[in-house]
Antibody, heavy 119, light 109 residues
């Protein structure tokens, strides 16, 4: 069974750093891309970027380029999304999702990680 | 970037009725690379339709997708209580990246 399991909810202060994770199982982790999608409170879905764990090829949405870093450790089948300095406007639910190629549709999604940034 | 505009913003219908949701692209979506997702409160999105008209695994046949170019439609033939949710379209035909529509909320009348 394909599963993407994300790390738990986080509460951070503005200016702090954060790295959240997404662990894949039940499939060949290095043969699929993992994308990240933001959903701000009460809002829609926004594609942030994507990584191919097989060779770490990474692409970013222009809206998120320079704002976040996407990485992966294929030895433990885990992808990451990180911030170096959080802002209150980063408060959102973040989903990881799997896709066979880029650009393409997402067939499996993680359960989401809620990030709250507040002083 | 291809901008997707979904309409209506909210659709109020009763169980058993037919739902028609629209997704319009700012430029042609190549090869009908258009997907639809369903999202219920507190849950992650779920893939319904890809390639504009192909149902994903396990999706009931009351869900159907159609369209090409800039105009796409998701139809739910007979609404079941569990179908009331938010629906998003997504295009993946552009080398500039992936974009989602803003969503249509389907609510019980």
């Amino acid at each position: 069974e394909v599963q993407l399991v994300q790390s738990g909810a986080e509460v951070k202060k503005p200016g702090e750093s954060l790295k959240i994770s997404c662990k894949g199982s039940g499939y060949s982790f290095t043969s699929y891309w993992i994308g990240w999608v933001r959903q701000m409170p009460g809002k829609g879905l926004e594609w942030m970027g994507i990584i191919y764990p097989g060779d770490s090829d990474t692409r970013y949405s222009p809206s998120f380029q320079g704002q976040v870093t996407i990485s992966a450790d294929k030895s433990i089948s885990t992808a990451y999304l990180q911030w170096s300095s959080l802002k209150a406007s980063d408060t959102a639910m973040y989903y990881c999702a799997r896709t066979k190629r880029y650009p393409y549709y997402f067939d499996y999604w993680g359960q989401g990680t809620l990030v709250t940034v507040s002083s | 970037e291809i901008v997707l505009t979904q309409s209506p913003g909210t659709l109020s219908l009763s169980p058993g009725e037919r739902a028609t949701l629209s997704c319009r692209a700012s430029q042609s979506v190549s090869s009908s690379y258009l997907a639809w997702y369903q999202q219920k409160p507190g849950q992650a999105p779920r893939l319904l339709i890809y390639g504009a008209s192909s149902r994903a695994t396990g999706i009931p046949d009351r869900f159907s997708g159609s369209g090409s170019g800039t105009d796409f439609t998701l139809t739910i033939s007979r609404l079941e209580p569990e179908d009331f949710a938010v629906y998003y379209c997504q295009q993946y035909g552009s080398s500039l990246g992936i974009t989602f529509g803003q969503g249509t909320r389907l609510e019980i009348k």
